[in-house]
C-alpha cells in the first residue's frame, strides 16, 4: 500500500531556476520528515515538520507542511547541480512510509 | 562513529539459495528497520525492530526473517532467493520509535539470477 504520493516523479531544470515538489497523502500524519538520496548511497535527513502549516528554512530550501497535515511541499530557490538527487518524503510513526520520490537534475 | 554499516555491498545468489545480509549500528539506536528500494516504488519497510528482542513485520516480509538478539545488529535473512527479490536494500536506524529522523546504510545492491 503507497501511503504517500509524490509529484513531480522526474525533473530536470536549468541551474538557477526555482521548483517545487510535493509530497500528499489522503490521511493526516503526525509529522513527515524529508530527505535526499544520492547515487550509490543511503537517503538522509533534509528536516522535519510536526505542526499544520508549519514552514522550515534549509539555505535555499524551504519546506512547507500542510495546515491539515496531509501534505507538504519542498521548494528550492536558484537550484544548482549539487542539489541533484532523489528526494523522499516519509511519514513518521511505528512504521516510516516513504514516497515514491521525485528525482531532480540540475543541469549546469 | 561508524554509524550504520551494511555488508556486503554487491551480492549475487542463485535461485534458491539463502543469505543474511549483515547491519550494525554503534549509535545506540533503539529502533532498526531494513527497507528495499525498486525503481518507481520508492522505499518499501520489509521489517523493524523497536529494540532487542522485539521485532515487527512491515509492508513486504515475505521471503525474509530478522531478529534482533543485540540493540547494536539487525541481520536480514533470505531463506530462499527469489529473482523478485532483485533489489537494493537499505537499513536505518533511529535512537527512538518516533520523534527522530533515520540514519541510513549505504546500502547492499543484490541480484537474484
Known amino acids: 500500500t503507497q501511503l504517500l504520493e509524490q509529484s513531480p516523479q522526474f525533473l530536470s531544470i536549468q541551474e538557477g531556476e526555482n521548483l517545487t515538489v510535493y509530497c500528499n497523502s489522503s490521511?493526516?500524519?503526525?509529522?513527515l520528515q524529508w530527505y535526499r538520496q544520492e547515487p550509490g548511497e543511503g537517503p538522509v535527513l533534509l528536516v522535519t515538520v510536526v505542526t499544520g502549516g508549519e514552514v522550515k528554512k534549509l539555505k535555499r530550501l524551504t519546506f512547507q507542511f500542510g495546515d491539515a497535515r496531509k501534505d507538504s511541499s519542498l521548494h528550492i530557490t536558484a537550484a544548482q547541480p549539487g542539489d541533484t538527487g532523489l528526494y523522499l518524503c516519509?511519514?513518521?510513526?511505528?512504521?516510516?512510509?516513504f514516497g515514491t520520490g521525485t528525482s531532480l537534475t540540475v543541469i549546469p | 562513529n561508524a554509524g550504520v554499516t551494511q555488508t556486503p555491498k554487491f551480492q549475487v545468489l542463485k535461485t534458491g539459495q539463502s543469505m543474511t545480509l549483515q547491519c550494525a549500528q554503534d549509535?545506540?539506536?533503539?529502533?532498526m528497520s531494513w527497507y528495499r528500494q525498486d525503481p518507481g516504488m520508492g522505499l518499501r519497510l520489509i521489517h523493524y525492530s523497536v529494540g532487542a528482542g522485539i521485532t515487527d513485520q512491515g509492508e513486504v516480509p515475505n521471503g525474509y526473517n530478522v531478529s534482533r538478539s543485540t540493540t547494536e545488529d539487525f541481520p536480514l535473512r533470505l531463506l530462499s532467493a527469489a529473482p523478485s527479490q532483485t533489489s537494493v536494500y537499505f537499513c536505518?536506524?533511529?535512537?527512538?520509535?518516533?520523534?527522530?529522523?533515520?540514519?541510513f546504510g549505504s546500502g547492499t545492491r543484490l541480484t537474484v539470477v
Open positions: 536505518a536506524s533511529s535512537p527512538r520509535v518516533t520523534g527522530y529522523g533515520y540514519t
Open positions: 490521511s493526516v500524519f503526525s509529522s
Open positions: 549509535m545506540n539506536h533503539e529502533y
Open positions: 516519509a511519514r513518521t510513526g511505528n512504521q516510516f512510509y
